[in-house]
């Protein structure tokens, strides 16, 4: 799918749906919670990099915990609009233009950094991975919450891919563990949404029926949760 096509989603889609996200969908606010759960059990206060952080929300809500986030998106579109929030937030939070698979920021040595549903719209995202690495401090961390390999058929996925054209992929439990170690991470913790990873033959085949099950059921926005460090 084409990079131009994401740079022009903020454009195209309905510009009211960008400023009201995430407070008309509680399954966005029960993840982030998750998120901010994890990530403040290990980091009180530092700078954190959000990335794909489309119209800022992430950004907003991580600055209103108490952190320094610099949100980027490729959209030029998006980051407007998170100017624009932040603006009428008084918020701390700064926004930039970039490519996550090309990213080159003169500002180094982050805390953490977070894709929040975000790399998934990555077609590189192992060069993704790689460049996030580049950004953080030794021992920084990185977490992400990103679709499961179901997400491919997902009816979502779908109409995004078709009406727009954007990028719409899923992750493996083992590609997301290969792909974080090759970029220069260590996974420390990695659950679903629907609770944690288990281990062993018995723990795949209940990870996999549980997934299944969700998808059967019309549920396939169940969620990786991985915190990594470097």
Not at 57 to 68: D, I, K, V
């Amino acid at each position: 799918m084409s990079k131009q096509a994401e740079r022009d989603y903020a454009r195209v889609v309905k510009q009211a749906g960008l400023f009201r996200k995430p407070y008309a969908d509680p399954r966005v606010f029960r993840e982030f919670t998750l998120a901010l759960d994890i990530l403040s059990q290990r980091l009180k206060r530092g700078r954190i990099l959000d990335l794909g952080c489309g119209p800022g929300w992430t950004s907003l809500l991580l600055a209103r915990a108490g952190y320094q986030v610099l949100g980027v998106d490729i959209a030029e579109r998006m980051i407007e609009i998170a100017h624009e929030r932040a603006a009428l937030e008084n918020s701390s939070a700064r926004f930039a233009v970039a490519d996550a698979e090309f990213m080159d920021l003169a500002e180094r040595g982050f805390d953490a950094a977070l894709f929040f549903d975000s790399l998934h719209h990555c077609p590189n995202f192992p060069e993704a991975l790689r460049r996030v690495g580049e950004h953080l401090r030794p021992q920084g961390y990185l977490l992400l919450l990103e679709p499961t390999w179901l997400h491919l058929w997902s009816p979502h996925a779908q109409q995004e891919r078709a009406r727009y054209g954007v990028t719409e992929i899923g992750f493996t439990r083992w590609g997301l563990a290969w792909s974080l170690r090759k970029a220069g991470f260590r996974c420390v913790e990695h659950w679903y949404d629907s609770g944690p990873v288990e281990r062993g033959m018995l723990g795949f085949l209940r990870s996999n029926l549980r997934l299944w099950g969700a998808f059967v059921l019309g549920f396939p926005q169940i969620k990786h949760i991985i915190l990594a460090q470097k």
